[in-house]
């Protein structure tokens, strides 16, 4: 206890600050819990073994023992049944007790012996009246019990049997029983007697059935009789197989029946329903199936495990025939009939709604014979690298795509919407949850319908034939001015998720109104108000641009990042409400721009009533930029952003690119010498071979007068920009014949262009070129086009409502016929009129400079007499021919040199109107104190100069004509800037000349240097020698001779 004086004994520490105690601890602890699992293990290994000891030797067991019953049966009814007579059904007898005891269906002797008892229970079964008292004897309700055990279970020994034996009876399972006495057809012929539905027993078996999986085994005895079919379809007699899943379907869902809730998974839904095509060799079980109570009850179960997301599909059967487009296919073929029926409920059509919605959207885009693909993107469909696209069996697409046809939307809109009225007295009310629900389903089915299957024909059905457009338009006014949106049910929450309630009814309103407005004429809109009242489009627009301002600004679309969890797809489909998200962008993007257009016809809404509240200064910077969100809705939707911020950002682009350019050296000078009075025909034969980047260089241009002689003047740009005035007004001119005019002067091309000129198509993609590089220059012309023709330079197409402003007359013909009542054209005996009365046939006669030529409208057209039925596709045929077909060469190759200097980006900001606009300037009066304000002045003079105060009322007094004359006088070119002469490069300016006051210098004309907007103004005395010397410099038409 005392210092040994020994050094090395001190104290070991674990700098760790664990003590060894500790680490021993831990050790023992890790050791003991080791220890622990391994005894556990062993005892789980113990107790398993015996589990399966037991299991085998109960097996073993059962198997002796039935060994035995089985010696027993024999001795007592033969190996045969040769024994057997009717009493031994009986409840009293232990024949069928020993069958169902032993009776092994792998078993040839087995087997034999059950398919002899079928054969007896058939021929007693015929031969007694009472086939209940054949197995009850004379008192059932005290039998009823032990008959009930012994029929399930011989049912489901035959059911066994047949699918044990499936293969080797695959010959056999298609057969009547009428046909024939195979094995296969005695044990169906026995099921069919034992489950008919009048029998007392006939619930309780079934749901024995079921609950023992009955349905999954007849899958695999349909899919192996199937591998053995012909191709010729059923015989028109109905199999023994057909006769026992009809019983079964047939018992489930009737009144009364106290069959147990089976899970769906195994029900006749998902095990048989998702056999490819089997309505073709079954169709007695169709016709069972279609009837209105089975058809309603199996579809609410479907429902419901569509509401769960139940995953109950089984395995495919192969790749192209994927269980939920075969369940589908076989539902759309039989639903059909039941819609049609006038007591078809609602709640049927809201669950069928509810699954086609969701097993559409399971489904890859399916192909129209012509093959067209529905409108649904590629960026909805997402591949990873493991994944395999989905390819629908040809076959099984024809089956889905002919089943959803109009008469199936239709009726399916119908009943959903039935009961709901277009026309509410308070548009305060709130709509009522049936409504919701409506709208819910019918939204739901159509969006996916629309992007999964092909919309040749079905759009116009559901415009004209429904009440969709008029239920949609109430539901959506009155959430918006209740400024609150109903949400939609829970059921269709895979497709929506935490989605707003506007988004899934303009998902299908917009694409089917924007087909309403191609068809409807400009009477039917302006005048009648048709199918929407204007206060109501007001209203419309409204809701679009709030819409498509929340989709594109405030939620823009994110990359998705998760599929649709669905069994058996391959392929991973963009996540639903993103689908929806995109979709509504892109048709309310569309609709809007089309409202414009009606909008620009004729006026019944303020412009600004299309712009979004939310564009700013910031807004407009990021526009300018690639990749952000302004620039984005800038592609998608330019009509939200004000016309006076798009020019500026076209602008903007415009300089950019120039300065590019410029930085890159590739500008060069072109000089070109040009006769005044052969100006096209020069500027043609020198200009039209300059590439893209000689057209984006600068240009100049040096005048010949008529005398041969140089104009005096240096081209700084002015004279370039009046050699632009001068050739368009020359090249555009009605006289040349490449161009034509309307009724309102408007210029189109001229469809007899190459009657005229050899090279007219040339000429037409040169002055394409011309007219962008005066774009691109920011030099205005004053060419008024037509608004078809501008809608070939956005590649538009045109309608039935842009042919006013080519041919009324023509417009009015066809709009008589549209209209046509059969009833002012009868007979005196009443006979209605029709329109084959007036002889019109599908050929239209062109007739350009006195030639007339006859085309077919449809091949064979000149055979085919307008009727009726086919009176709406001529007058969109005829349309098309005049607005379309006429001028397609001229249109492309004008757009082709166009598009040399124009992007198409640039010009699709821009509707055909506001074109215009960038092409010509506006038409109203030049704005003299816009000029004044942004005016400089030099050489002595200022603002409140004598001479400049006069020369500013001088002006405002002259005609709109002679001011356009001062100002092409001063800058080259008659019109100003589109956003005000404040963007005129250089300013304008005033400039003294002739220094002095004198006689000499009075006697001066003014002068301009155009390529630097200068007016030289000598000092005058008075106004009246002002204006006088001012009018001789503008109408002298000396060129340039007088700068």
Known sequence: MFFSGDPTNRKRVDLRGRSSKERDR?????????????????????????????????????????????ELFYQSYGKHCENVDRHCFGPDSDFLRQLIFFVNARDINDFSILVETCRLIQHFGRDSRDFVGLFAGMDY?????LVVYRLKRLSFACIQAIHQNRNQLKDQLLMTGEESSEPATILLQALVLLLDPKLPWACKTVGYLMQRNAFSLFREVILTAKENMNDKGSSGKVSALEHVLACMISHVGQSPCICSNMDPQWSFSFQILTIPFLWQKFPYLKQVFASRSLIQYYTNQMALCVQNHANVFPTDILNEFPGYACILGNILETTGAALSQPDCSFEMALDLAAVTTFLLEALPPIKSSSGETSTVGEDDMIVGDDSVEIILDDNLQQQISNAIDSRFLVQLTNVLFGGISTVHASHNEEPEDKEVAAVAAACAFLHVTFNTLPLERIMTALAYRTELVQVLWNFMKRCHQNQKWSSLPERFSFLLGDAPGWLLPLSVFCPVYKHMLMIVDNEEFYEQEKPLYLKDVRCLIVILRQALWQLLWVNPLAHPSSGKSISNTSGQKRHPFETIQSRVGTVASELLSQLQDWNNRRQFTPPSDFHADGVNDYFISQ??????????????APFLIPFT????IFTSQLASVRQRQEAHG??????????????????????????????RGLIRVTF?????????????????????????RAAFDVQYGLFKETADHLLYPNPGSG?????HLQFFHFLGSLLAKAMFEGILVDIPFA???????KQKYNYLNDLPSLDPELYRHLIFLKHFDPYLFHDFQHHKGDLSELELYFVIVNNEYGEQTEEELLPGGKNIRVTNENVITFIHLVSNHRLNFQIRQQSTHFLRGFQQLMRKEWIDMFNEHELQLLISGSLDSLDVDDLRHNTNYAGGYHGEHYVIEMFWEVLKSFSLENQKKILKFVTGCSRGPLLGFKYLEPLFCIQRAGGSASEEALDRLPTSATCMNLLKLPPYRSKEQLETKLLYAINADAGFDLS
């Open 666 to 695: 590739v500008f060069t000078r072109n000089r070109f010498r040009i006769r005044r009075d052969h100006i096209l025909e020069d500027a043609y034969n020198q200009m039209s071979a300059l590439s893209e980047e000689d057209l």
């Open 787 to 793: 608004t078809f023709f501008l809608s070939k330079l």
């Open 704 to 728: 010949v007068n008529e005398f041969g002689v140089e104009e005096a003047g240096i081209d700084g740009g002015g004279i370039f920009k009046d050699f632009m005035e001068n050739i368009t």
């Open 623 to 636: 526009a300018v930029m690639e990749g952000t969100k302004a620039h984005d809705i800038l592609k998608q």
């Open 141 to 145: 309700l005290s039998n009823h019990s």
């Open 26 to 70: 831990q050790k023992l602890l890790e050791q003991t819990r080791l220890e622990r699992n391994r005894r556990l293990w062993l005892r789980q290994q113990n107790s398993a073994a015996l589990k399966i000891q037991k299991y085998l030797r109960g097996r073993k067991a059962v198997e002796v023992e039935r060994a035995k019953v089985r």
């Open 645 to 648: 911020s798009r020019v500026k």
């Open 755 to 759: 009657m005229i000129h050899e090279q």
